[in-house]
């Protein structure tokens, strides 16, 4: 019967002991889930979270601009050069006296010197750009392109 008596006693200390350790570990649970939800909490909560996303967008929105300025600038240079180096005239086509250069009626010849053999006023050096645009287009940019 010591036995019985002994494992009751024990049972009863363990049972208490562990009820009192639970009860002890919900109110500290629902203490600290008050504490949090307390509107003060939530607002420097809620600003905290506010200035880390203000912080970190604005890098994001630095390394967008950045990559679209260089995407943009190798496009542009890509169709340059594909302007520069195509063959065909720009407009109608080859023969009809319509373009500068196409050999037609006005021309004097498809080498695009003029009907007296001269080079016609105005006219690009020889290996130069198509566009004297592009140039003066690079050179004119407002700071508002530039980012500042």
Do not use: N, Y
């Given at each position: 019967?010591?036995?019985r008596?002994f494992w009751?006693a ?18 500290r ?5 008050t504490a ?6 939530l607002?420097?909560?809620?600003g905290?979270?506010a200035?880390?996303?203000a912080?970190?967008?604005g890098g ?5 601009v ?16 594909e ?12 023969g ?16 695009g ?8 006023e ?5 290996g130069t ?8 287009r ?11």
């Amino acid at each position: 019967m010591a036995r019985r008596a002994f494992w009751l006693a024990t049972g009863v200390v363990v049972g208490a002991g562990s009820s009192l350790w639970a009860e002890r570990r919900v109110r500290r649970t629902v203490a600290q889930a008050t504490a949090r939800l307390q509107p003060d909490a939530l607002a420097a909560g809620i600003g905290r979270s506010a200035r880390h996303a203000a912080s970190t967008a604005g890098g994001r929105v630095r390394d967008a601009v950045t990559v679209g300025r260089s995407e943009m600038q190798r496009r542009e240079d890509e169709r340059w050069s594909e302007l520069d180096g195509r063959t065909d005239p720009v407009g109608p086509r080859a023969g009809d006296g319509g373009g500068p250069d196409d050999g037609g009626p006005d021309d004097g010849g498809p080498d695009g010197r003029g009907p007296d053999g001269r080079e016609p006023e105005g006219a690009p050096e020889a290996g130069t750009r198509r566009s004297p645009a592009r140039g003066r287009r690079r050179g004119r940019k407002s700071p508002v392109h530039l980012g500042r």
